[in-house]
DNA sequence: TAAAACATGACAACTATTGTCATAATTAAA
DNA sequence: TTTAATTATGACAATAGTTGTCATGTTTTA
């Protein structure tokens, strides 16, 4: 076998392994220890965090973590990660903040002179605008710990109704719009319900193996459990549709006409209306709400409400 | 020099030079042509897209960009890349699709067993969540090369209006929310406009060295030309206060008193009023308007819309 | 103090790499 | 058609690198 094989084995061993001795490997790969200690200066010369402690008792500790085996990347791929991480750049706390520095760091510095005036350039050129958060999820870390190890957690949570301490099972964590969620089963009433992971003020993990049914994924498919659907019929100027089609959950049920107009006709969830009533209400004239019902209701009560709370002053 | 060395110098040397006979190799690095023929066999076997024409004015010619020498990542930046690139997977278009795949699966096979479930498992408890976007960005990636070649575009616009031709000169190309905008100097007016590159139906690209003053980054911090300081004041509920630190222009600016309440006391500019009212509808009695007057009269005259849209019919 | 570990040097045996030469195949230009 | 330029491959001796063995240190701890 070639050097540079036994080496790869070799790395990929000990990075697994982290403590040893020369006689082990010397054993497990059948060289001899002299040979070992040369390779391991061979490794330690590659970068390899590795050191050594004598006497008995004695041996080696490789530091980081697990080592992959070297990769070639091509310098489009290079720039790609730079790309995925600079959009990565405004949520304030990620659960792998030094890792993304470490990696930027390595590509960066192996990239050829032109190659990082190219990065440089594009970087003027191109950019994943959002705005930056100021609030911190410093409890990130710990939660997704907790989820991964299927612990209950009692957390003191930040409501609309202030302070309130909740025993429960979390489902997992997503980001959104700069903020970190945690879907998670209230243990008590056995409800699904959606926390902040920033408004979490402190928590106790609780190391029992309670097994959720439930993943993820599956949840954010479909999501809020008590399903209430209602019709959702709305006439568009040309101006609604072209709004209405960038809005997400809109797009796709938008029906155009040959003239430019449109319509919604969907279905949607009676738990939604509220969020859906500040959006038809931004389009004024341009989106006129035909059903539900409800929906109207909503639109005229927070008028009425907005015009009691302003009285014309002027 | 050790082999490893000089197969890395070569594969650096090779991969920058695209074309090469194997003649040129053996001279620049004074090894016999024999030799050479050896590397180039060894540098294919380990993946380096090579190949071989034979005869006269025949070489060899690497086929993909750049390759960057080997690097050796730890298993948790592997991770901390894939999650990076699933937060981008949301976007219908970028400008590297095909290198984010290409990463991911070399990073993925590299992976030992464990780490792969590892991997997995995590994916099963973390998402980046956004709407995924049905939107197509087809012109993305040629709107992106004109940029960076400062060339001027005729494009066909989408806008309120119809279908417009205008000739700019693009600043640069930002994502958020899901879709891509491109600020661009209006060279009729010489005004800045914010136009969406997926309602660009066609361009033509007018290739001549019009440099720009302005950067991308630059414009981002310091957007949209015509500023027109207005002060407003808002007070705030407990639930207000909660609402507004969630909101990315205003929680920076919330005043929080120690019973819980609060007030905004900020300039805004003129242009920003009608996204602001929307915002403020929605929070309805939570958040009571002050200043300026011009915002309490554009909730009062959407109010009374609203309510002249839908006539009480109950 | 002795045992268990790393650290390092010398040297012969072994293995791999290299250059030289030879030969073949392929291609394009003279 | 011939010739020159190129890749492709094999044989083999000269050279260079790697390995194991032995020897000698050093450090640490039981």
Redesign the pocket.
């Known amino acids: 076998?070639?050097?540079a094989k036994?080496l790869l084995d070799i790395l990929l061993f000990v990075s697994a392994k982290k403590q040893?001795?020369?006689?082990e490997i010397a054993d497990t790969f059948?060289?001899?220890?002299?040979?070992v200690?040369?390779?391991?200066?061979d490794l330690s010369d590659m970068g390899l965090p590795i050191y050594?402690?004598?006497?008995?008792?004695?041996?080696?500790t490789v530091l980081s973590s697990t080592i992959l085996p070297p990769i070639l990347f091509t310098e489009d791929e290079a720039v790609a990660i730079f790309f995925a991480f600079q959009s990565l750049q405004y949520y304030r706390d990620l659960p792998f903040n030094t890792e993304l520095k470490s990696v930027s760091q390595k590509l960066y510095n192996s990239l050829q002179n032109e190659a990082q005036k190219k990065v440089d350039s594009l970087q003027s050129y191109i950019a994943f605008w959002k705005p930056k958060r100021t609030i911190s999820t410093p409890l990130l870390s710990d939660v997704l710990e907790a989820v991964m190890n299927h612990s209950q957690l009692e957390i003191q949570y930040e409501s609309k109704s202030g302070i309130t301490t909740k025993l429960v099972h979390a489902i997992g964590v997503y980001a959104h719009d700069g903020l970190w969620y945690m879907p998670a089963i209230h243990l008590k009433t056995e409800k699904t319900l959606l926390f902040r992971v920033d408004r979490i003020h402190s928590m106790i993990v609780i190391n029992n193996g309670y097994k959720s049914s439930i993943h993820l994924q599956q949840w954010l498919e479909n999501p809020l459990e008590p399903q209430q659907p209602i019709r959702l019929y709305v006439e568009l100027t040309r101006e609604g549709v072209r709004q209405c089609t960038s809005e997400p959950i809109f797009e796709k049920t938008v029906i155009c006409h040959s003239d430019g107009t449109g319509y919604i006709d969907t279905i949607i969830d009676q738990g939604e209306i509220h969020f859906i009533s500040a959006f038809f209400y931004r389009l004024g004239q341009h989106a006129i709400v035909k059903e539900p019902p409800e929906l109207i209701q909503l639109l005229r009560k927070h008028a009425q409400d907005i015009l009691a709370t302003y009285p014309n002053e002027s």
Chains 1, 2 share one sequence.
Do not use: C, D, P, W
């Not at 040893?20 to 006689?23: C, K, S």
């Not at 059948?30 to 040979?35: D, G, L, P």
């Not at 050594?52 to 080696?60: D, K, L, T």
């Open positions: 076998m070639s050097k036994r040893f001795t020369a006689q059948n060289i001899s220890v002299r040979t200690h040369r390779y391991l200066l050594a402690e004598q006497g008995r008792n004695g041996g080696y």
